[in-house]
């Protein structure tokens, strides 16, 4: 059974940083692309970034580049996401995400709350 479980998400004030957890099982993770996106509320899922299935290759969105920091750890099955000087907008459902060609697995989702 595939399951990915995102933790870490919770509620932090503008500038502050959260680190967002993945932990995958029931698949071979070390052959799948991982990726997080996100969606807010009222607005289309979108991509945050991206990581090759060995981590040597990560891509990020303009607005989340300097800021955010995907990566991944294949002994342990988990991937990511540093988050730092978090703005309201950035207030969204993360989503954990693995990709192999046309096959994608997705985690429930974690939510983030930048907010004073």
């Known amino acids: 059974q595939v399951q990915l479980v995102e933790s870490g998400g919770g509620l932090v004030q503008p500038g502050g940083s959260l680190r967002l957890s993945c932990v995958a099982s029931?698949?071979?993770?070390?052959?799948?692309?991982m990726m997080w996106y996100r969606q807010a509320p009222g607005k289309e899922r979108e991509l945050v970034a991206s990581?090759?299935?060995?981590?040597?290759?990560?891509k990020y969105a303009d607005s989340m580049k300097g800021r955010f920091t995907i990566s991944r750890d294949n002994a342990r099955n988990t991937v990511s996401l540093q988050m730092n000087s978090l703005e309201p907008e950035d207030t969204a459902v993360y989503y954990c995400?693995?990709?192999?060609?046309?096959?994608?697995?997705w985690g429930q989702g974690t939510q983030v709350t930048v907010s004073s």
């Open positions: 995400g693995a990709r192999r060609g046309i096959i994608d697995y």
């Open positions: 029931g698949f071979t993770f070390s052959n799948y692309a």
């Open positions: 990581i090759s299935s060995t981590g040597g290759s990560t």
